[in-house]
């Protein structure tokens, strides 16, 4: 594949830099952009693993609702969470009003 385009600015700006600069100093900037690609990588790495700890969690949590909406005879298919968490309120709501009334308490 030829060199085309902006790899000859990048191949010829790299030259200038060789001819103007001292060796050393070529060696100090190299050395720093790979402690900041490093840096970046790890960054990187460390941002993906809190993006798939926070799915795990999700995914767990709404394992954690569909169960406990089944238990309740929800049907879960096509709904929010939101719906899900209410569908749930109402249904523990009715649970406890039908077992107050059981007991008497309900005027």
């Not at 200038?16 to 970046?40: C, G, N, S, T, V």
């Not at 993906?48 to 709404?62: A, F």
Request: no cysteine; hydrophobic share 45%.
């Amino acid at each position: 594949m030829p060199i085309e385009g902006i790899e000859w600015f990048v191949v010829t700006v790299i030259v200038i830099l060789m001819i103007l600069w001292k060796p050393e100093r070529i060696r100090d900037m190299a050395r720093a952009l790979a402690k900041a690609r490093a840096e970046f990588e790890k960054a990187q790495r460390d941002l993906q693993g809190m993006v798939m700890t926070t799915m795990n969690e999700t995914d767990s949590e709404d394992r954690k609702l569909i169960e406990i909406a089944k238990k309740f005879e929800i049907k879960t298919e096509g709904l929010t969470r939101e719906q899900i968490r209410e569908g749930i309120s109402k249904k523990i709501l009715e649970l406890s009003k039908t077992k107050i009334s059981t007991r008497g308490f309900v005027r």
